[in-house]
Each structure stands twice: as C-alpha cells, then as structure tokens.
C-alpha cells in the first residue's frame, strides 16, 4: 500500500465534510479512514478529533473541532507536510497595493497565502497569525514585513496592526524585484519575496503621509469601493486618514464585513 499524504480519520459527518472541503481549497488529496484503519498509521498527517484520534501524542495530529478552523488546518497540515514541528522565527509578507497579497513564512516555508483588496482585512488575517503564533509557540518569534512600493497602502495596513497590537514587529522592504511573474499569483509571489528580504524598523515617521492630491483621491476611491458606493469621504476626512486623526476602520464599519 503506498503511504497517503493525509490521512481524515473522523466519523463525524460536519466535520468530515467541512475538512475535505478545506482540503479542496488547498489542492491536496487524501483518504478518509475510521479511527483503526491502518490507513492512518501510513499517512504522513492525521486529521482527527480529540476524541477519535488514536493518539493524542503522534506528532502527525492536527486536531479538528467540530467546525474546524480552515485557516488553522491550512497551516498546521503544510507545517507537517514541510516536517515543521516548532518553528522559531515566523515571517508574514506583505504586498501592499489594490490588491493586498499576504504570505505566512515559517521557517522559510510559505504555509499560507492570501489575496484581498481591503487593507483591514488583510490586517485582520495578519493579526489572526500573530494570536495562533504566540499561543501555539509562544517561544517563536513573529515578524511582520511590508513592502514599500505604495507608502499610502503600507500605511493603510500597519496602522490597524499597530493599533491593535503596538508591540508587534514590523519591517518595511524594499521591493525592487519582487514583481516575477503577472496575474493573480503576483500579489502573492511578491508577499513570498517580501517576507524572504530584511528591512527597516517602521517609525513614528513611517506612519506620516502627506496630504497631496494623488493620496486623497485614492483614499476616496478606496472608501467608495470597500463600502460598495455606500459611503464617500470628503476632502477634510481624507486629509483626517492621512494624519490618523480618522481610522479607516471608523469610516468603513460597518459597512464593511471584516
């Protein structure tokens, strides 16, 4: 019998079927097991429950609930496919621009990418890493690194980071050459490139944007499309985005499902 990737040993049926639908999206094939078969000694990774899995100790387990986190499967199946056990220095790249490419790096292995047009969103995915981070391995350190090719939309994404957790560490990195390839992937292929590369420290400074006309029209643009037409900001708001008097997140809300 030749050794399965992944290995679903569960008879839960809601369970069952919300992991193969995760596993879907991650293109990876498996085989669904009872908890004896021994199918599941072969697998490289066991997916079950607490209360079916054979071993509560076997370091290929990731554990499902009853509703499984899909972000959290993602990144434990590809830590155990990629023999990652307990990293010590986790990176998350980002690729600042209309379209908001992120990629989770641990240990120099991508285990999780994603693309979004909302700069609050992709802070929000940001801040979801850094909370498993810190309370799966609280050893690890988690570093954040920003791509500098739009000042306006890396602003757009640390400020709420750093609003929600002032005490996380982030880098701003160049990103000449980190456009490979076009289409959709190109966010994340540059976010991959951009977790890889040392940076700067942000500062206070960092955070400072000038008013000018190119940066307001944009904030307006960007309002109006994270709001559906909904919501329009004046002049006076933009500038108030600009200078963190006004959070873009205070505009939005809730007009924007985060």
Not at 151 to 166: D, G, N
Not at 172 to 177: F, G, I, P, R, S
């Amino acid at each position: 019998m030749s050794r399965p990737e992944i290995a679903i040993a569960t008879e839960k049926p809601k369970t069952l079927y919300l992991t193969l639908e995760i596993l879907k999206k991650l293109e990876i094939s498996s085989m669904v097991c009872t908890p004896d078969d021994e199918v599941c000694s072969l697998a490289k990774v066991l997916l079950s429950t607490e209360e079916e899995a054979p071993d509560l100790s076997d370091p290929r387990l990731v554990l499902l609930g009853e509703t499984p986190d899909e972000e959290q499967v993602r990144i434990e199946i590809l830590m155990r496919l990629n023999d990652i056990s307990s990293p010590s220095f986790v990176v998350a790249g980002i690729d600042p621009g209309y379209r908001y490419g992120l990629a989770l790096n641990m240990d120099e292995v991508v285990v999780s990418t994603h693309v979004t047009r909302s700069p609050l969103k992709a802070a929000n995915m940001v801040l979801r890493w850094s909370d498993y981070i810190s309370e799966t391995y609280p050893g690890c350190r988690f570093l954040v690194r920003v791509g500098t090719g739009s000042p306006l939309y890396s602003m757009l994404v640390i400020r709420p980071i750093l609003k929600h957790r002032a005490s996380t560490d982030i880098e701003l990195v160049d990103e000449h050459h980190t456009t490979i390839t076009s289409g959709p992937e190109a966010d994340i292929s540059s976010a991959v490139l951009i977790a890889l590369r040392s940076g700067e420290a942000v500062t206070p400074s960092t955070l400072e944007l000038e008013p000018r006309t190119g940066h307001i029209r944009s904030l307006k643009r960007l309002v109006n499309r994270l709001t559906g037409g909904h919501r329009s900001i004046s002049t006076a708001e933009a500038k108030r985005l600009l200078s963190g008097d006004l959070s873009l997140r205070e505009v939005v809300t809730p007009l924007e499902p985060l």
